[in-house]
């Protein structure tokens, strides 16, 4: 994972509480400048810093409100951040930002309290579903990557320990980075890792800045070792099919992908790894600004031929595989990964 080194740090007043003042303190190389929001940054006084590695912004969540997701967990739980150093060319997170550094979200006791009454209004024992047999589960990182906000706040520690103490809460998050720090946490399994898995030559092309899929199969049993549960988010899937620069179709090259996580994952590990499958949404917006900056990546994103449009709910367009080749893909998906690796449940798919 990269060193993360901010040379400037931007903070709303109500950020610096005592978690806020601990990351603050760890750069103090870094300039602090006082903003009044932290999700509109004064874009016109930082020309000459690059957004993801030379800022980072402290922020007060306001809005703890918690969705039910019924995917990848129960409940969507509040941001504990926003944005990582990451720039993957199909991250939603990014999508409808002019800048986009990390923010973090300092006032995770308020968070932990959100979700603790969210919780203890539930009823109690729960009827066990897909996310988990036992637990309410809460995806904690929709917004950000939290192996990366781990490295940058002392608070992330501290809802990790929440949720392994918590009678009723489990966590959970995807992520495509490897923060060995949190090998020294025990979870005791009641925080579920989700490492997002895709072809390795292709994650080269659109995971950008991430540590690679070859880091993240090697890091699978450490983790399980550590008391993580861990499954595999196989998302998302991009389907293509010998387009130029790739010499090869995702078929096969997801068939070598379970192959190799086959290889890499322990029997212990195979007995409690779930998977989840999303084939890939794009957006219109997103795939303007990628002609710009990662117009390889585009190649494989934008494929009109079999994708079709749809109006997504905060105004945007988004583009999918049409919906009769989707059910294909699905059928296909299913049967390599029956084939390779059968004792790797699907969660959902979709
Ligand atoms: S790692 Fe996740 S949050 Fe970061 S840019 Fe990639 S998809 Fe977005």
Same mark, same amino acid.
């Given at each position: 994972?990269?060193?993360?080194?901010?040379?400037?740090?931007?903070?709303?007043?109500?950020?610096?509480?005592?978690?806020?003042?601990?990351?603050?303190? +760890?750069?103090?190389?870094?300039g602090r400048t006082p903003i009044k929001q932290h999700n509109r940054l004064p874009e016109v006084d930082l020309p000459h810093y690059k957004a993801k590695s030379d800022l980072l912004v402290l922020g007060r969540?306001?809005?703890?409100?918690?969705?039910?997701?019924?995917?990848?967990?129960? $409940?969507?739980?509040?941001?504990?951040?926003?944005?990582?150093? @990451?720039?993957?060319?199909?991250?939603? #997170? !990014?999508?409808?930002?002019?800048?986009?550094?990390?923010?973090? $979200?300092?006032?995770?006791?308020?968070?932990?309290?959100?979700?603790?009454?969210? #919780?203890?209004?539930?009823?109690?024992?729960? /009827?066990?579903?897909?996310? !988990?047999?036992?637990?309410? /589960?809460? !995806?904690? @990182?929709?917004?950000?990557?939290?192996?990366?906000?781990?490295?940058?706040?002392?608070?992330?520690?501290?809802?990790?320990? $929440?949720?392994?103490?918590?009678?009723?809460?489990?966590?959970? %998050?995807?992520?495509?980075?490897?923060?060995?720090?949190?090998?020294?946490?025990?979870?005791?399994?009641?925080?579920?890792?989700?490492?997002?898995?895709?072809?390795?030559?292709?994650?080269?092309?659109?995971?950008?800045?991430?540590?690679?899929?070859?880091?993240?199969? +090697?890091?699978?049993?450490? %983790?399980?070792?550590?008391?993580?549960?861990?499954?595999?988010? %196989?998302?998302?899937?991009? #389907?293509?099919?010998?387009?130029?620069?790739?010499? &090869? !179709?995702?078929?096969?090259?997801?068939?070598?992908?379970? +192959?190799?996580?086959?290889?890499?994952?322990?029997?212990? #590990?195979?007995? *409690?790894?779930?998977?989840?499958?999303?084939?890939? /949404?794009?957006?219109?917006? *997103?795939?303007?600004?990628?002609? *710009?900056?990662?117009?390889?990546?585009?190649?494989?994103?934008?494929?009109?031929?079999?994708?079709?449009?749809?109006?997504?709910?905060? @105004? @945007?367009?988004?583009?999918?595989? *049409?919906? +009769?080749?989707?059910?294909?893909?699905?059928?296909?998906?299913?049967?390599?990964?029956?084939?390779?690796?059968?004792?790797?449940?699907? &969660?959902?798919?979709?």
């Amino acid at each position: 994972m990269p060193d993360f080194k901010p040379n400037k740090i931007l903070y709303t007043p109500d950020a610096l509480n005592p978690n806020g003042l601990r990351i603050a303190d +760890q750069y103090p190389d870094a300039g602090r400048t006082p903003i009044k929001q932290h999700n509109r940054l004064p874009e016109v006084d930082l020309p000459h810093y690059k957004a993801k590695s030379d800022l980072l912004v402290l922020g007060r969540l306001k809005s703890k409100e918690i969705k039910y997701s019924g995917r990848s967990s129960d $409940f969507i739980a509040p941001s504990l951040a926003n944005g990582c150093f @990451g720039g993957c060319a199909y991250c939603y #997170v !990014d999508r409808h930002k002019k800048l986009n550094p990390i923010t973090v $979200f300092t006032n995770t006791d308020e968070i932990m309290a959100a979700v603790d009454k969210h #919780v203890m209004a539930l009823p109690w024992p729960r /009827t066990p579903n897909q996310t !988990d047999p036992i637990y309410y /589960t809460y !995806d904690i @990182g929709c917004n950000s990557d939290i192996a990366v906000d781990y490295a940058i706040s002392p608070g992330i520690h501290d809802v990790f320990q $929440f949720y392994k103490d918590h009678e009723r809460a489990k966590a959970t %998050f995807a992520t495509k980075f490897i923060n060995s720090e949190m090998l020294e946490f025990d979870p005791a399994r009641k925080i579920r890792i989700r490492f997002s898995l895709m072809p390795a030559e292709i994650s080269r092309l659109v995971d950008v800045r991430t540590d690679s899929i070859e880091k993240r199969l +090697q890091a699978i049993n450490d %983790f399980y070792a550590a008391g993580y549960e861990v499954h595999v988010n %196989f998302s998302p899937v991009i #389907v293509y099919d010998r387009v130029r620069g790739i010499e &090869r !179709d995702w078929e096969e090259d997801y068939r070598e992908l379970f +192959q190799q996580l086959n290889a890499a994952v322990s029997p212990e #590990v195979k007995k *409690q790894m779930q998977c989840e499958v999303i084939f890939l /949404t794009h957006n219109e917006w *997103q795939h303007v600004a990628n002609l *710009q900056i990662n117009p390889k990546a585009e190649e494989l994103l934008w494929l009109p031929a079999i994708q079709e449009t749809k109006r997504s709910s905060y @105004g @945007g367009i988004n583009i999918r595989y *049409q919906h +009769q080749l989707k059910a294909q893909m699905i059928n296909t998906f299913i049967n390599l990964l029956t084939e390779e690796i059968p004792w790797c449940g699907i &969660r959902y798919i979709f």
